[in-house]
């Protein structure tokens, strides 16, 4: 089966530009997840989206953060404008169900962002 | 803010010793989850262990619950070079969103 798929793997911008990444989950999962992975440490939620609606954004930075999952199957987050700390690596992941209902989750590769 | 926490930070072992890495959380919980990353194969799912459980295997995986002292360990078996890696422990969230949240890790070198 085919996995978790993101794009694009590496990206480097300039603060104050936009930047956006794409994830397409695993056909038939309805959980979808962003996380955001600082080097040296573990990920950690932006959202999650249950079919297309949100379930959790509370550590989104909304002012400068946005995603969207159109039609319940692919997604895709944004960040205008980038800051500095937001150089990251950022996983997308998927689940059959809530995560917390005994259901593992299923990762991507990652996007590696740099922000100069 | 992370649940979580994994003990040791980082570890160092010989091929063929085992490791054994700990976790600790702060609230309840409905299961808490291991998962492996290596810059090969990404994040991968390991194991899972219900709040009701108390240990679990997996292969060369084996993973204890005490949920009375919150804490979580993985022991990993006659370890590989393969095995080197950052393993996280995950805890759910007890409320609607049921998410998970990640400690920092733990970061094991297994020498060949």
């Not at chain 1, 480097?12 to 794409?22: G, H, L, P, Y």
């Not at chain 2, 295997?57 to 370890?79: F, M, N, Q, W, Y």
Request: charged share 20%; with cysteine; hydrophobic share 35%.
């Amino acid at each position: 089966e085919a996995g978790v798929a993101q794009s694009p793997r590496y990206k480097i911008i300039e603060k104050r530009q936009s930047v956006a990444f794409w994830c397409n989950p695993i056909s038939g999962h309805a959980t979808l997840y962003w996380y955001q992975q600082i080097l040296g440490q573990g990920p950690k939620l932006l959202i999650q989206f249950q079919n297309n609606g949100v379930v959790d954004d509370s550590q989104l930075p909304k002012d400068r953060f946005s995603a969207e999952r159109l039609k319940g199957v692919d997604s895709t987050l944004k960040i205008q404008p980038a800051k500095l700390e937001d150089s990251a690596v950022y996983l997308c992941a998927s689940s059959l169900r809530l995560a917390g209902m005994y259901n593992e989750q299923f990762f991507g590769p990652g996007t590696r962002l740099t922000v100069l | 803010s992370q649940q979580g926490e994994e003990d040791p930070q980082a570890l160092s072992i010989q091929e063929g010793e085992n490791a054994t890495m700990n976790c600790s959380y702060k609230t309840s919980i409905n299961n808490l989850q291991w998962y492996r990353q290596n810059s090969g194969r990404g994040l991968v799912h390991l194991i899972l262990i219900r709040s009701n459980e108390r240990e679990k295997h997996s292969g060369r995986l084996r993973v204890t619950l005490d949920t009375s002292k919150k804490s979580s360990s993985l022991l990993i078996t006659a370890s590989r070079a393969a095995d080197t890696a950052s393993y996280f422990c995950a805890t759910d969230a007890m409320d609607s969103s049921y998410k998970l949240i990640f400690g920092s890790g733990t970061r094991l070198l297994v020498r060949p």
